[in-house]
């Protein structure tokens, strides 16, 4: 069983609409967790990290539910610029600095 | 402005040969790494490097090497290229930081083709 692991879709949704990204992990011993974004042949990129209270910026909403080892990420009134793969990761403790990323959800976002 | 940078893009090379894979960062970040990504793999650890002559396995180390001279460079080297060593080998670096995390910055990538 992988570490990390995201449905890889992909999600095909119009313009302006909610979409939510599932991951799971399997090592309770996971400190952190972040979300990646990552655009066809490039870099990932940091969107942005992710608390046990949930945190929000903008249209995107992040939450960790340690008890079930499950993160979430939901995307509001989707853009076409949102489109790319969107990378589930987690840092376990005792590896600092080093993170173990899932294989990646692709959203597709059409006019 | 700073940044991280990989060389070659692009590289085909034949199965059997020595090849290295340059990554160079200009924040003087202490922290290094190499990954590879594959399809239906998230990205994989190969190896990491908290700072100048510190060098450490990562989970898919097998066949790679590295070495840090200075800060800013942490060339990849597979000592002998495998099929299975086609890849997208991604560099990344961070700040050394305290006990929370410090964003990883990645390099922009080279595709390897082994053949």
């Known amino acids: 069983r992988k570490e990390v692991e995201q449905d890889p879709g992909p999600f095909n949704v119009p313009e302006g609409a909610t979409v939510a990204f599932n991951c799971t992990y399997s090592?309770?011993?996971?400190?952190?967790f972040f979300w990646y974004r990552q655009d066809c042949r490039k870099e990932p990129k940091l969107l942005m990290s992710?608390?046990?209270s949930g945190n929000e910026d903008g249209r995107f909403t992040a939450q960790l539910n340690r008890a079930s080892q499950y993160i979430s990420l939901l995307i509001r009134d989707s853009k076409l610029s949102d489109s790319a793969t969107y990378l589930c990761v987690a840092m376990f403790s005792g590896g600092y600095n080093k993170l173990i990323f899932g294989a990646g959800t692709r959203l597709a976002v059409h006019p | 402005d700073a940044e991280i940078t990989q060389s070659p893009r692009h590289k085909i090379t034949e199965t059997g040969r020595q090849v290295t894979l340059a990554c160079h960062q200009t924040w003087n970040h202490n922290n290094m790494f190499w990954y590879r990504q594959d399809l239906g793999h998230g990205l994989r650890l190969i190896h990491y490097?908290?700072?100048?002559?510190?060098?450490n396995k990562g989970e898919v180390s097998d066949g790679y090497s590295v070495s840090r001279s200075n800060t800013e460079d942490l060339p990849l080297t597979l000592e002998s290229a495998a099929s299975s060593q086609t890849s997208v080998y991604f560099c990344?670096?961070?700040?050394?930081?305290?006990?929370?995390?410090?964003?990883?910055?990645f390099g922009p990538g080279t595709r390897l083709t082994v053949l």
């Open positions: 090592n309770s011993a996971s400190q952190s």
């Open positions: 990344a670096s961070s700040s050394m930081g305290l006990a929370g995390y410090n964003e990883q910055f």
């Open positions: 992710v608390y046990s």
């Open positions: 490097s908290y700072g100048v002559q510190d060098t």
